[in-house]
Structures are given as structure tokens and as C-alpha cells.
């Protein structure tokens, strides 16, 4: 069954909020993600097969706008989206990484089945999570996010093995029948939103519908019990609520008020 519960979070390692987000104000945001798609370049540097490597552009691999474009730092401050992220992982925050994730109709890449955290060797603990914002209504049909609930427990690292096909990661966990049998699909309108630690295993099928399916993915963690290695670290680590604890210092500020730099490429 569908999880809803923040209390239910740690157990089930996803959580779904709905309508998080005004109309109007998904509406602001797909006017900037129509911009953002109108003006990508021709190549793109993405992390795939297990390596960096150039390709050709894609909607889906719209990597970290946030520290380029104050409009997206600001969807990640958003106080309504950072009041879900506090309700599962506490009032003291930092935000580590976004990515657009656009799937065109007809054509979008799928998602191999991964765990988010077995990708990031920068980032040291398990109080993180990936807030996953539906821009677009998504549904199986376009390629809505399905998750495995309960995988993350104990906080395995599972194995990768190569897809060989064309998809986002390049890589996949091998899932058993059962496993999938369990997989929950995240079917929601444009404005709410999914919430899902960085260890439970999640993945989406390609969009073969007549429907774009666009997701704004913000990536959180708990200032006090995960640590980012800020040399390897590929954007600036921002604290955005609260605390900064230990390594307070070297986060950039941008709690409420705070007026943060941003560096257009
Ligand atoms: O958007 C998708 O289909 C997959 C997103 C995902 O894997 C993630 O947010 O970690």
C-alpha cells in the first residue's frame, strides 16, 4: 500500500506528499524548465556507465541547476518542500545535489533499478534523502517513479551490474521476481511530491505515452549526522534550515533571508 506517513518513512523508505505545491506556482515552474530545455546545449557531461563522459543532450540530464540559477536554489528553499524534507529528517539541513529529470513523450529514458548513495562517495552517512517533485501529472504510463519499499533496510550496498541498454544510469541492481512483485508505483499530480532514502531502491520505465513527465529531484541531508566531503564534491553544499553542525563552516549559507551567489555557466 501506498505510503503517506511520515511516520512511516523510516520503515518503508519513501513517503508521498501531496499537492505540495500551487498550481500557480508549478505553473512558474515549468515556464523555467521550458526555458532551461529550450537552451541545452548541444553535449552534456553525465555520470553513466560508471564514469563521466560527454553525450548527446537530453532532457534528463539536466544535472545540478540549482548552484547555476537562483529560480532553482529557491525551488530547494522552498519552505513548504523543506517542511516535508524536516518532517522526516529533522529541522537541521543541508541540500547536496538536484537534478531535472524530463522525460519527452514518446521517447523518455528509463531508470534502472539503483540506490542513490552507492553513486555519491562523497557523501558519508544515511540520514539522506531525494525529494522527488512531479512538474508534470505522472503516472505509469509516462514513466512515474516506482520504489521497492523496505530495501534500504540495514543499508545494504547492492551489487551493479551493466544494463547494456539505453537508459539513464547505465547501470542496474538485479531484482529479484519477488522484489518486483513489491514495487509501488508513485503515480501523482504535478505539485505533489515523493520523498525516498538514498539507499531504497527505486527506478522508472521510459515514457512511451504521448505525455512529457517532468521531476525536479532535491537531494537532502541531516547536517548533524552526514558529512560531505567538500573537496570531492562536485557543487557547493548548502545549509538551508537550521544548524550546520561541525562543518557549518564550510556550507554556504542559505537559510531564510539569506541572499546566496549563484555562478551561471
Ligand atoms: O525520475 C526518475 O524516474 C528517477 C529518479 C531517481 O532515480 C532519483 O531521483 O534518484
Not at 552534456?44 to 532532457?59: C, F, N, S, T
Not at 551490474?161 to 503515480?187: F, S
Not at 539507499?199 to 529531484?217: D, Q
Request: with cysteine.
Amino acid at each position: 500500500m501506498l505510503n503517506t506517513q511520515p511516520k512511516s518513512f523510516r520503515k518503508e523508505g519513501y513517503c508521498l506528499f501531496e499537492e505540495v505545491l500551487t498550481s500557480q506556482e508549478i505553473e512558474t515552474i515549468r515556464n523555467e524548465l521550458d526555458k532551461a530545455i529550450a537552451n541545452l546545449p548541444k553535449k552534456q557531461i553525465i555520470y553513466k556507465d560508471g564514469v563521466d563522459k560527454e553525450v548527446d543532450a537530453r532532457p534528463e540530464y539536466m544535472v545540478e541547476p540549482h548552484p547555476k540559477n537562483a529560480f532553482w536554489l529557491d525551488v530547494c528553499r522552498h519552505p513548504r518542500v523543506l517542511d516535508t524534507v524536516e518532517s522526516l529528517l529533522g529541522p537541521d539541513l543541508i541540500l547536496i545535489m538536484s537534478h531535472l529529470i524530463v522525460k519527452v513523450p514518446e521517447d523518455g529514458l528509463p531508470v534502472a533499478w539503483h540506490q542513490d548513495n552507492t553513486y555519491w562517495h562523497s557523501v558519508d552517512g544515511t540520514d539522506v534523502v531525494t525529494v522527488w517533485l512531479a512538474i508534470d501529472d505522472t503516472d505509469v504510463s509516462n514513466g512515474c517513479m516506482q520504489v521497492i519499499p523496505c530495501t534500504h533496510e540495514g543499508y545494504p550496498e547492492m551489487e551493479k551490474v551493466e544494463t547494456g541498454k539505453d537508459d539513464l544510469l547505465g547501470l542496474t541492481v538485479e531484482v529479484t521476481a519477488e522484489m518486483l512483485a513489491a514495487a509501488v508505483p508513485l503515480e501523482m499530480k504535478a505539485g505533489s511530491l515523493s520523498v525516498h532514502d538514498s539507499f531504497v531502491l527505486h527506478g522508472s520505465e521510459a515514457n512511451t505515452s504521448g505525455r512529457r513527465r517532468a521531476a525536479y529531484t532535491m537531494r537532502y541531508a541531516n547536517a548533524n549526522t552526514v558529512t560531505i566531503d567538500t573537496k570531492e564534491h562536485w557543487v557547493p553544499v548548502y545549509l538551508v534550515r537550521g544548524q550546520g553542525g561541525a562543518d557549518e563552516k564550510q556550507y554556504v549559507d542559505a537559510r531564510p533571508g539569506r541572499t546566496v551567489p549563484v555562478t551561471p555557466s
